[in-house]
T-cell receptor
Framework: NAGVTQTPKFQVLKTGQSMTLQCAQD?????MSWYRQDPGMGLRLIHY???????DQGEVPNGYNVSRSTTEDFPLRLLSAAPSQTSVYFC????????????????FGSGTRLTVV | GQQVMQIPQYQHVQEGEDFTTYCNSS?????IQWYKQRPGGHPVFLIQ?????EVKKQKRLTFQFGEAKKNSSLHITATQTTDVGTYFC??????????FGTGTQLKVEL
């Protein structure tokens, strides 16, 4: 049981390049989210999905796209990388985030450390 | 939008001292979750609180959810070096968004 797998672990991009951060989970979780973590700013929600075919924006969606064609996969695409997107990116999944439905919280991947130069 | 703030941002304690972090939301929460992130690691789920005024304990950790369901606290009794890390609260205010607090970084010195 692998949990949440993120690839790559490290990446350096040049300004203007595009790339896709991969995220896969094998727990049959409906909820999946992408967060970015910057010093002193906690974890900020980029995009999230409540099931296959359904995605929605978080608080910092600009410059990022997502899709959810299967329950297992939730890739994050950077359209044209900018230095402001230098960050640590975490993918997380959960059976549910709502109270009373047996949630055990989010399971996080190990993160992708992205540097844009 | 919903905002979740935590104080303090940093806390240095001597091993054996107690530690408390406070979480405040701008909106009423349906539940509050707590996570721990070790240096260089990823957040790990600790607990969820659902009911107004709820208190839960995990060994030396005590979690509390406020009566108005807009604030929460985590108290660690007699800290150990293994408690080092950043503690985050996270809440669902409405819809399907889980909003994380800004985190409290705990350092424990021998």
């Amino acid at each position: 049981n692998a949990g949440v797998t993120q690839t790559p672990k490290f990446q350096v991009l040049k300004t203007g390049q595009s790339m896709t951060l991969q995220c896969a989970q094998d727990m049959n979780h409906e909820y999946m989210s992408w967060y970015r973590q910057d010093p002193g700013m906690g974890l900020r929600l980029i995009h999230y999905s409540v099931g296959a075919g359904i995605t929605d924006q978080g608080e910092v969606p600009n410059g990022y796209n997502v899709s959810r064609s299967t329950t297992e996969d939730f890739p994050l695409r950077l359209l044209s990388a900018a230095p402001s997107q230098t960050s640590v990116y975490f993918c997380a999944s959960s059976y549910s985030i709502h109270a009373g439905t047996g949630t055990r919280g989010y399971t996080f991947g190990s993160g992708t450390r992205l540097t844009v130069v | 939008g919903q905002q979740v703030m935590q104080i303090p941002q940093y806390q240095h304690v001597q091993e054996g001292e107690d530690f408390t972090t406070y979480c405040n939301s701008s909106t009423t929460l349906s539940n509050i979750q707590w996570y721990k992130q070790r240096p260089g690691g990823h957040p790990v789920f600790l607990i969820q609180l659902v009911k107004s005024g709820e208190v839960k304990k995990q060994k030396r950790l005590t979690f509390q959810f406020g009566e108005a369901k807009k604030n929460s606290s985590l108290h660690i009794t007699a800290t150990q070096t293994t408690d080092v890390g950043t503690y985050f609260c996270a809440g669902v205010g409405g819809g399907n968004k889980l909003t994380f607090g800004t985190g409290t970084q705990l350092k424990v010195e021998l």
